[in-house]
């Protein structure tokens, strides 16, 4: 199993920044990619970024596209989300993802945590 932890959400004006992190912990090994993804309430789940844990390749949203930046450590086993230039729209839960590809595909979430943009 794996456990994806995150953190770094909170309460933000429009146009200011946050950064989240998701720390993976357990069976961390054949990590294929990570990922975020939003939930706004009466909304379905939306993907907004993944970064391929091997090469770094990147791919984002073209909503947050220029304006989020996806990262990760693989030392520690952390991925991260710079946000700048929030918007309202932006307002949601954000879903840390895992995939692990060995034998076979497994996916795993996070417990998510509140962005909340105020005009």
């Known amino acids: 199993q794996v456990q994806l932890v995150e953190s770094g959400g909170g309460l933000v004006q429009a146009g200011g920044s946050l950064r989240l992190s998701c720390a993976a912990s357990?069976?961390?090994?054949?990590?294929?990619?990570m990922g975020w993804y939003r939930q706004s309430p009466g909304k379905e789940r939306e993907f907004v970024a993944f970064?391929?844990?091997?090469?770094?390749?990147?791919y984002y949203a073209d909503s947050v596209k220029g304006r989020f930046t996806i990262s990760r450590d693989n030392a520690k086993n952390t991925m991260y989300l710079q946000m700048n230039s929030l918007k309202p729209d932006d307002t949601a839960v954000y879903y840390c993802?895992?995939?692990?590809?060995?034998?076979?595909?497994?996916?795993?979430w996070g417990q998510g945590t509140q962005v909340t943009v105020t005009t």
């Open positions: 970064i391929i844990w091997s090469g770094s390749i990147t």
């Open positions: 993802n895992l995939i692990r590809q060995d034998s076979i595909r497994s996916d795993y």
């Open positions: 357990g069976r961390t090994f054949s990590i294929y990619r």
